[in-house]
């Protein structure tokens, strides 16, 4: 994360409220890894998956599996961000991204205000400064921000006081999903080390697929993008060479060493030309069909299937392979809300010891799982895994 001065670490307290505010007693003197380099005005921010280092991503997804535990409990709620406000600013549409990181806040006790473009006073002209300016101006404390252009989440951390947190930026980043993908592979697969990952579709258009490259090479990944010729980047073969991944034309010559298979959304809304020629024939050639979906599973039971959504179900990915035993897709967004608490708690309540809960309040140690889970057969589902 890009971060204050401020030195982050534990909270204790003996009482583990999980409804009402505990007062912290004595913090540890260990310092958790999430405080960095000063952010420009003096704040953290999420801004890009190559703002975290390999201890800071670990440090989310550990605090993500504690909190997961919470989406099983009668009374969803921790006392750990009250007081707080936060800010969803999203001027593109999104149904993941926004409901997730308003559960999230909602259950961590913090007041959550939804702003769209549409519908807000950028309607009427208001330039985007001028509308971060206003909500600023109101005592926020943090503000999710999704927008069209790239770098819009950069250029607001640039202006306001309050943390700011990339829900995703146009073509360049969208951090938190990828946090949620390898929070995912994880709880499935066990270390990604290693781990080899194809990313598939629409390379050109995809914020996900830069970075989920920038965080499951932190985490020590082997991945191998896929795409025709037309949805490559420009420059990728430079960039590949660079930080030391794959590419290929060749689906199907990838697919029976993959141990994770993401399908990216072929993003029409931002195509201005022609693509590929039609629908069919990219399907039949990047579509995750039946009989890849066979070839896959044949060459290794365990893999994975991955897709940010929303899906377009009979282009890239046909709906037996949405629906396989192997698809991830129901846990990624299960996994959102788990991974969005981990990311406003540790930066909102990682310079403030005022506002710090322990661990065991939200920690369940009889169901959740702090570490990634040891590798086990696709098929095999657990009661949160299937929750959504
Ligand atoms: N994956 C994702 O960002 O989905 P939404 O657009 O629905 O938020």
Not at 43 to 53: C, E, T
Not at 111 to 122: C, F, M, P, Y
Not at 223 to 250: K, Y
Not at 322 to 337: H, N, T
Request: proline share 5%; glycine share 8%.
């Amino acid at each position: 994360m890009t971060t204050s001065t401020a030195t982050t670490s534990t909270a204790t307290t003996s009482a583990a409220a999980t409804t009402s505010a505990a007062a912290p007693t004595t913090t540890s003197p260990t310092a958790t890894p999430l405080a960095a380099a000063d952010g420009p005005r003096g704040r953290r921010h999420l801004l890009s998956s190559a703002d975290l280092s390999l201890d800071q991503v670990r440090a989310i997804l550990d605090t993500a599996a504690e909190m997961h535990g919470v989406q099983r409990r009668e009374v969803k709620k921790l006392p750990t961000l009250r007081g707080r406000t936060v800010v969803n600013l999203f001027f593109e549409d999104s149904t993941r991204t926004r409901s997730s990181f308003e559960i999230a806040g909602k259950w961590l006790s913090a007041d959550v205000i939804n702003i769209s473009g549409k519908g807000s006073s950028t309607s009427k002209g208001e330039s985007l400064r001028d509308t971060v300016l206003t909500v600023a101006a109101m005592g926020v404390d943090a503000l999710v921000i999704r927008h069209h252009a790239s770098g819009a989440a950069h250029q607001v951390s640039q202006w306001v006081d309050a943390h700011v947190i990339n829900a995703g930026d146009g073509m360049h980043e969208h951090p938190t999903q990828a946090l949620l993908d390898a929070y995912t592979m994880e709880r499935r697969l066990g270390s990604l080390e290693g781990r080899h990952v194809l990313i598939v579709g629409d390379l050109t258009h995809s914020r996900v697929v830069r970075s989920n490259l920038i965080t499951l090479k932190t985490l020590g990944a082997r991945i191998t993008l896929v795409a025709p010729p037309t949805l490559m980047p420009s420059g990728i073969t430079a960039w590949a060479r660079a930080e030391g991944f794959d590419l290929t034309h060749d689906f199907d010559a990838v697919l029976p060493s993959a141990d994770a298979v993401m399908m990216l959304r072929v993003q029409r809304e931002r195509m201005s030309g022609g693509f590929f020629p039609t629908a069919r024939e990219y399907t039949v050639g990047y579509g995750l069909t039946r009989p890849r979906l066979d070839t896959l599973v044949a060459a290794n039971p365990d893999v994975v299937i991955c897709h940010p959504g929303p899906m377009n179900r009979g282009l890239e990915i046909g709906a037996d392979a949405a629906d396989a035993a192997q698809s991830l897709i129901l846990d990624q967004v299960s996994a959102g809300v788990a991974v969005r608490m981990s990311v406003l708690y540790h930066l909102l309540s990682g310079n403030d010891d005022q506002r710090r809960v322990p661990r065991s309040a939200w920690a369940d140690t009889s169901e959740g799982r702090a570490r990634p889970a040891a590798p086990r057969s696709a098929g095999a589902s657990t009661a949160e895994e299937g929750t959504a």
